[in-house]
DNA sequence: ACTGAATATGTACGGCATACATAAAGCTTA
DNA sequence: TAAGCTTTATGTATGCCGTACATATTCAGT
């Protein structure tokens, strides 16, 4: 079957069965490298970069909806996924555009209203836990620097800026950088992380002293070997202590 | 032209001009007699308590719809007004019981979906500046407590309850207090308002201070006069210092 | 064994949050 | 008109937290 059929398909089974005018995108965030990244996909036969999305089940909630999408697109299966915005405005894109950079069908063959409203879900992922793989739909899937991202599909850059506002505030609220790290990590890795979601650099002595006082995170005896000069210690999360904090509501970040 | 009459053009019209499948509800918030208020809606004919709520025309930003149905349903002009949250749950509610509780033409005249998405948005409101004007769907319009809602149609007490807590988080960062009250009002109105809010009690001393250091309303030479007891002296924003201290960020409250 | 680059860590200062109690105002009423 | 009642207005002391800041240590590489 080639692909416009395919995508035909794709649409024909969308309008059939799922919400008409309503999509999800997803805004996946990764840290590597002391680098935040984000995960696109790379449209089949295009250059044409954007955030893996779909739509949803006539019977099924939006939030399963997410996840499902989520799983399909990329593979990642159930984390920290939450909701943080709906874009609805009038003109998110053109359409004519659109179909014309991705070679999608004629318009007139599907009955697809010509403007999509869209809930927008972040996630925080494990970098090192992730296989980018491409779906039917898509050529490509891999990690992008946030700092330098193409130009987008639709309005996805704007999506994504607004990801990251949330991402930011959520930071200041509660450490849930902690999703995009391994198990084991080093204080200078917890610190670049926060720098560079934060976009400013912190202290160091300031920052662990801050970190270790939260009373969330535990020092291993082990040490990170290997690596050029000196070894630096490992750290854990303590989920137990992590959710107590949580409920106490004591884990501003500033 | 009867009641049913006005229903059915009402839906056929939404059926006809808006997106199908979406809706918006307003929470507004004003604040009266030391109570946080919601304003609500008493549907025509029936007992039947809901949220201010309508249909997004399709050339229409959701924003913009917003406004208008807070404008078209209650009379209320521009104001503070910020999207918080999208109930997706695939059943937020019993169609059924919701057509049978408002008398609402049979499902089978209505192309419109059994399900629902709804985009949340809360507003905050001067109570004194709003007059309450139910239009040709309600019978009533008028100020609740939020300590004392009644049970209220589709999902609408947990719209509320999400709306609260978001209010709760944004007064942390910012005073969005400031539209609620009146232009002029004294430290002990304030306060209440917070604590009404916070749903827990301040100490004055501390309160004031921590209020005027933040350098955005200033002491009139007036004091409300009238009252039994000490005249409290009145106070007013500067809505210049307010937008600086916001753009600096440096507003937070806790 | 020396070099280079990263890691690890303590102290002093200032500001902000918190706890806490009393005097003054102004209407009421006796 | 004086006493009473209730609300308003306000300052100080304490401790914690955020911030600024510099040096010794580690360890791979040469």
């Known amino acids: 079957m080639d692909y416009q059929k395919q995508l035909q398909n794709y649409f024909a089974e969308a309008d059939e069965n799922c919400l008409p005018g309503l999509s999800i995108d997803c805004v ?62 009038d003109v998110r894109y053109n359409r004519e555009e659109i179909s014309r950079k991705l070679h999608w ?3 007139a063959t599907r009955r697809w209203p010509n403007r999509t409203v869209s ?82 650099p912190l202290d160091p002595r300031n920052f662990s002293k801050k970190m270790r006082a939260l009373g969330i995170i535990e020092r291993l005896e082990e040490q990170r070997r290997g690596g050029a000069y000196k070894s630096p210690y490992l750290f854990r999360f303590d989920k137990e202590k992590y959710k107590k904090a949580l409920k106490e509501g004591n884990l501003a970040f500033s």
């Open 119 to 200: 809930i927008g879900y972040f996630a925080l992922v494990d970098f090192s836990k992730v296989t980018p793989t491409a779906d039917f739909l898509t050529d490509e899937c891999r990690w992008w620097d946030v700092e330098n991202l193409p130009s987008l599909l639709f309005d996805h850059n704007h999506v994504i800026e607004v990801a990251l506002k949330t991402l930011r505030v959520q930071l200041s609220w509660q450490p849930v950088g902690y999703n995009l790290l391994p198990e084991k990590f080093t204080m200078p890795e917890l610190q670049r992380l926060y720098e560079t979601i934060l976009n400013r």
């Open 28 to 89: 996946i965030f990764g840290f590597s490298n002391n680098q935040l990244k984000v995960l696109l996909l790379r449209w089949k036969y295009t250059e044409e970069w954007g955030l893996p999305g779909g739509f949803i089940y006539k019977t099924e909630s939006v939030d399963v909806a997410a996840q499902r999408i989520l799983k399909e697109r990329t593979g990642i299966n159930k984390l920290f996924l939450q909701q943080f915005h709906t874009f609805g405005d």
């Open 105 to 107: 069908p004629d318009p």
